[in-house]
């Protein structure tokens, strides 16, 4: 919690109020689990990050003007070592051909998680100027508009009231592992409603969070969830 305090209390010091390197931190820092990565500035350090991480890695453009990274070919996956420094310079040049006076604030060089076996949730939340902080679940990823399969609640939740936003949703079978495919880890996805639910209330600048995708990934006693994209805005 307080690590979140300093994050947040640096972002405040600046001009614009939305976080890029510091988003993910804050998840960390609420032991939401996110990928291994780092966030670079050239294609050496690309490479380098790349190397660290097992397998191949994602590269993703770091805008606070982009919003929508994979509209404008700002995500590259399954990015060899070989091709990290490459992929730095061309996520570079589409985000410059796009929109010439973009901040950048870098390449985000990520961990790969298997999304074959994964299912894409999103987990935000808005302030209503009614209701307070809105927690929101449901299916993620690009099919988050198309679906429009969410449900909400009131922060902060309870651990039953974060089980059932996982149980109500329609597409709550793909979690329990449809047509032969394997369970998701719902309790882990569950813990990280909680979490995001006590960050939220903890810090009332927070005023919009989206986690998009948090990808579910079957039971297999590691981490069983991973924060991939987050978004948010703060006071
Ligand atoms: P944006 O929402 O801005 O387009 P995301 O970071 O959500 O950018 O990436 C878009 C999509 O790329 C995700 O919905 C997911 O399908 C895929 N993706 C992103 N990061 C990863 C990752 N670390 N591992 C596997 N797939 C990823
Ligand atoms: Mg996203």
Redesign the pocket.
Same mark, same amino acid.
């Given at each position: 919690r307080e690590r979140a305090f300093e994050i947040l209390a640096s972002v405040h010091d600046r001009d614009d109020n939305r976080l890029g390197v510091e988003a993910m931190e804050l998840l960390d820092a609420y032991g939401i689990p996110t990928?291994e990565g780092a966030i670079v500035d050239s294609p050496e350090r690309a490479a380098e990050v790349a190397e660290g991480i097992d397998g191949d890695v994602?590269m993703?453009i770091v805008s606070p003007d982009i919003?929508?990274?994979?509209?404008i070919g700002?995500?590259a996956?399954g990015v060899s070592d070989a091709d990290a420094a490459d992929t730095y310079e061309d996520l570079i040049t589409r985000a410059r051909n796009y929109q010439p006076d973009a901040t950048l604030l870098g390449v985000q060089v990520?961990?790969? @998680?298997d999304?074959d076996d994964g299912v894409?949730t999103i987990v935000g939340m808005n302030r209503d100027p009614q209701f307070g902080p809105l927690l929101m679940f449901g299916l993620g990823?690009?099919f988050v508009e198309v679906m429009e399969d969410t449900t909400f609640r009131v922060a902060p939740v309870s651990e039953p009231e974060a089980r059932e936003m996982t149980e109500e949703i329609r597409s709550a079978p793909l979690l329990r592992g449809a047509r032969g495919r394997d369970p998701v880890d719902i309790d882990a996805v569950i813990e990280t409603i909680g979490r995001l639910s006590q960050l939220v209330t903890d810090f009332p600048a927070i005023l919009e969070l989206d986690i998009?995708?948090l990808?579910a990934l079957p039971d297999d006693d590691g981490s069983n969830a991973a924060a @991939?994209?987050v978004r948010l805005t703060v006071d």
């Amino acid at each position: 919690r307080e690590r979140a305090f300093e994050i947040l209390a640096s972002v405040h010091d600046r001009d614009d109020n939305r976080l890029g390197v510091e988003a993910m931190e804050l998840l960390d820092a609420y032991g939401i689990p996110t990928p291994e990565g780092a966030i670079v500035d050239s294609p050496e350090r690309a490479a380098e990050v790349a190397e660290g991480i097992d397998g191949d890695v994602v590269m993703k453009i770091v805008s606070p003007d982009i919003l929508h990274k994979s509209d404008i070919g700002g995500v590259a996956v399954g990015v060899s070592d070989a091709d990290a420094a490459d992929t730095y310079e061309d996520l570079i040049t589409r985000a410059r051909n796009y929109q010439p006076d973009a901040t950048l604030l870098g390449v985000q060089v990520q961990e790969m @998680v298997d999304l074959d076996d994964g299912v894409e949730t999103i987990v935000g939340m808005n302030r209503d100027p009614q209701f307070g902080p809105l927690l929101m679940f449901g299916l993620g990823g690009i099919f988050v508009e198309v679906m429009e399969d969410t449900t909400f609640r009131v922060a902060p939740v309870s651990e039953p009231e974060a089980r059932e936003m996982t149980e109500e949703i329609r597409s709550a079978p793909l979690l329990r592992g449809a047509r032969g495919r394997d369970p998701v880890d719902i309790d882990a996805v569950i813990e990280t409603i909680g979490r995001l639910s006590q960050l939220v209330t903890d810090f009332p600048a927070i005023l919009e969070l989206d986690i998009n995708p948090l990808v579910a990934l079957p039971d297999d006693d590691g981490s069983n969830a991973a924060a @991939v994209d987050v978004r948010l805005t703060v006071d």
